[in-house]
């Protein structure tokens, strides 16, 4: 078993997927290239099936020391800090964009949602993922909401349900990170610099090369970032 790695988990040939998938790794090792990559790719392509599957990532990761990236991501500065906060906590992730789990219909109560599409764990967060597995096929994970028309759409499942139930049923402490560890920009308008991973299949504004740049001097102060529409 390798100490450190990056974990991805891919259900289906799409080509959208492939693509993001090659750009996520080509990010991590332009940033971390001591780092081992594993690609464990599903038998299924069904997407209820795959997000299922994704509550194994724990039993499927080969690493003492795992961060697990869905194939949307740019890894974009160093991840030391992550992997430092999840061997201290057991797991380390940010709070979703939502942040209310019950959104999911098979959800109740102020649960709290964490994003599980950039996720840093070691061995002492296995409790955690094993109820999350036990739970994630018999949970009602579908969320309806108001459409862009006003219309009601029902997104016919997703993982965070029962990963925001697992954390709320073994009473785990994950460590926080602040949302630049996880940046939505579909939703998340504006932000203090720098940014350390990207998390939408868009391509990067012409602006993050520059910002990149500006925070990896020492004298860069932080600075506020708005309107990424």
């Known amino acids: 078993m390798s100490d450190r790695g990056v974990l991805y988990m891919v259900w289906g040939r799409d080509e959208k997927i492939e693509r993001a998938l090659a750009r996520s790794i ?22 209820f ?7 194994r990532m724990f039993e499927l990761s080969p690493f003492r020391e795992t961060l697990f990236l869905d194939v949307d991501t740019v890894v974009l500065g ?30 109740h109560g102020e649960i709290v949602e964490y994003n599980t599409g950039v996720l840093f764990f070691v061995d002492r967060a296995k409790p955690l993922f094993e109820s999350w597995s036990r739970l994630a096929p018999q949970i009602d994970s579908s969320i309806i909401f108001h459409g862009p028309q006003g219309q ?42 720098p940014i350390k991973i990207w998390h939408d299949y868009e391509d990067l504004p012409p602006f993050f090369a520059e910002m990149r740049k500006y925070y990896n001097r020492p004298e860069a102060l932080i600075e506020y970032h708005a309107a990424m529409r």
């Open 49 to 55: 099936k795959g997000l299922l599957q994704k509550a």
């Open 152 to 193: 009601i759409i029902r997104m016919p499942h997703a993982d965070q349900g029962s990963f925001a139930v697992a954390v709320e049923e073994t009473k785990f402490s994950p460590f926080v990170l602040p949302l630049n560890w996880n940046f939505r920009p579909k939703w998340q308008l504006s932000f203090f610099g």
């Open 78 to 107: 160093r991840l030391d800090f992550g992997f430092a906060k999840a061997r201290e906590f057991g797991l380390a992730c940010c709070i979703c964009e939502c942040p209310w789990a019950q959104r999911h219909t098979g959800v």
């Open 26 to 47: 080509q990010s991590v090792k332009n940033v971390h290239p001591e780092l081992p990559v594993e690609v464990r790719r599903l038998e299924s392509s069904d997407p």
